[in-house]
Structures are given as structure tokens and as C-alpha cells.
């Protein structure tokens, strides 16, 4: 199973935004992007859902437990 911070990393790559962005768009700082991508943290409820609306994909999804 996919952790969520590989699955993250791969959706930002995949929409090519950079982590600056990214923080931007989300209301949070690049560090914590990048504490994201690498593991290191894992988001609030109300990230995960931000990162969800975004991206158009489930929180499932985000998790690993669902494909796409």
C-alpha cells in the first residue's frame, strides 16, 4: 500500500506545480509541503480535505485505500 506522502508527492509532480505553489494554494507554508512529501508530518483532517478539493480526488484515495 501506498503511504500518503508518495501519493501526494506523485499528484503535485503530476499537475506540475511547484511546492510554492502548492503551499499557496493550500494556506500553508512550503515546509510543510515538504514535511508532507517526505513523510515527516501527515495533514489535519481540514488539510486532507483542502488537498482532496484540489486535487479531485478522494480522501480514500489520499490514503492508499482506493485506486483512484
Given at each position: 500500500m501506498?503511504?500518503?506522502?508518495?501519493?501526494?508527492?506523485?499528484l503535485?509532480?503530476?499537475?506540475?506545480?511547484?511546492?510554492e505553489?502548492?503551499a499557496?494554494?493550500?494556506?500553508?507554508s512550503k515546509?510543510?509541503?515538504?514535511?508532507?512529501?517526505n513523510?515527516?508530518?501527515?495533514?489535519?483532517?481540514?488539510?486532507?480535505?483542502?488537498?482532496?478539493?484540489?486535487f479531485?480526488?478522494?480522501i480514500?484515495?489520499?490514503?492508499?485505500?482506493?485506486?483512484?
Open positions: 501506498r503511504t500518503f506522502s508518495e501519493i501526494f508527492k506523485e503535485r509532480k503530476e499537475h506540475n506545480i511547484n511546492q505553489t502548492l499557496k494554494e493550500l494556506k500553508v515546509g510543510i509541503i515538504s514535511l508532507w512529501e513523510g515527516l508530518r501527515e495533514p489535519t483532517l481540514s488539510n486532507l480535505i483542502s488537498i482532496a478539493q484540489f479531485h480526488v478522494s480514500d484515495y489520499l490514503a492508499g485505500l482506493e485506486n483512484d
